[in-house]
């Protein structure tokens, strides 16, 4: 089995930046796709970003596009997220979640095996 566990999600002022990491641990050769998620209040969970092991594949929502880095330490087994310019709109738990093979349907939740728990993160403005 894989385990995804996320951290750095907190209280931060708009404008400012987060990192989030999710370590990977367990059958990490089932981790070939990830991706951050985010779901707000009353909203459904969708795709912030998405990257294949190597990095030669990353997806971003247009919305966080110039403002989010998707990053991963494959010595590390850790996947991170790093968000500059926060706005309130990216209030939000974000959660991290893997996949063992690339698909074309990497934007859907339905097609990723492995979750973590979730980290929230606050936006204020």
């Known amino acids: 089995q894989v385990q995804l566990v996320e951290s750095g999600g907190g209280l931060v002022q708009a404008g400012g930046p987060l990192r989030l990491s999710c370590a990977v641990s367990?059958?990490?050769?089932?981790?070939?796709?990830m991706g951050w998620f985010r779901q707000a209040p009353g909203k459904e969970r969708d795709l912030v970003a998405a990257?294949?092991?190597?990095?030669?594949?990353?997806y971003y929502v247009d919305s966080v596009k110039g403002r989010f880095t998707i990053s991963r330490d494959n010595a590390k087994d850790t996947m991170y997220l790093q968000m500059n310019r926060l706005k309130p709109e990216d209030t939000a738990v974000y959660y991290c979640?893997?996949?063992?093979?690339?698909?074309?349907?990497?934007?859907?939740?339905?097609?990723?095996?492995?979750w973590g728990q979730g980290t929230q993160v606050t936006v204020s403005s």
């Open positions: 367990g059958r990490t050769s089932r981790t070939y796709f």
């Open positions: 979640a893997a996949r063992r093979f690339w698909s074309t349907k990497y934007y859907s939740v339905d097609e990723y095996a492995y």
């Open positions: 990257s294949s092991r190597s990095g030669s594949d990353v």
